[in-house]
């Protein structure tokens, strides 16, 4: 390893406190294929997504303008997570940490349940059913209950009912980057899970005012 190498994992390995780390901030993300200082790097583009015949079926009956996407309306974790221009606020409190998104028309809010466990019964929604818990310094998400108006990329991937994410946060750095792995399973749609990674940057910088038009 590089001396910038260790210095920086030296210092994403805090003391434990006994306590889970504190992820509020505001990020913005890293584009892909940036190397950050400690060799971390992002991984996977949401068009390596590998479906099963039927599903590639329906993504080519699909029509392209009608991407959730275009027409200002909120696309879901999945797709939100991977993009370039993609900044977030992390608000923590007891029970939940709430994930906001400065393009509030595509990523809308998202509430991330500590204390408690999926919901027998709900509708299906944009942004799912959100629990997490700790692991060490990772927070883990599983999030179910998604509806069929989002897609998993912009070439009209689709997905069943039976769509799960399984998420994993974690500051790396001392803090100054949040990493960012999430897997997708979906056995109906989906050849084998799939998995991505993203490095997101903590910042000063405010949100700006959105407003998305056609």
């Not at 991330?112 to 060490?136: C, N």
Request: proline share 6%.
């Amino acid at each position: 390893l590089s001396c910038a190498a260790m210095t920086f994992s030296l210092k994403a390995q805090s003391k434990s406190t006994g306590k889970p780390p504190d992820l509020t901030g505001i990020y913005e993300a890293v584009p892909l294929g940036t190397t950050l200082p400690g060799g971390w790097k992002g991984s996977g583009t949401l068009a390596d997504i590998d479906l099963k015949p039927a599903a590639i079926a329906e993504a080519k009956a699909r029509n392209l303008e009608d991407d959730p996407a275009k027409n200002c309306q909120v696309v879901g974790p999945f797709r939100m997570m991977a993009r370039d221009d993609n900044k977030i606020e992390v608000v923590t409190s007891p029970d939940r940490i709430n994930v906001m998104f400065e393009n509030n028309a595509l990523g809308n809010m998202r509430q991330i349940f500590l204390q408690r466990k999926h919901l027998e019964k709900m509708d299906p929604t944009w942004m799912g059913d959100s629990v997490g818990s700790w692991e060490g310094d990772t927070l883990v998400v599983d999030a179910t209950g998604f509806n069929e108006r989002i897609w998993l990329n912009d070439a009209g991937a689709p997905h069943s009912k039976g769509l799960r994410l399984i998420e994993h946060y974690r500051l790396v750095g001392g803090g100054e980057f949040l990493e960012y792995k999430v897997t997708a399973e979906d056995p109906e749609v989906l050849n084998k899970p799939y998995m991505y990674t993203r490095y997101y940057r903590r910042t000063k910088v405010e949100f700006k005012e959105d407003f998305c038009g056609r």
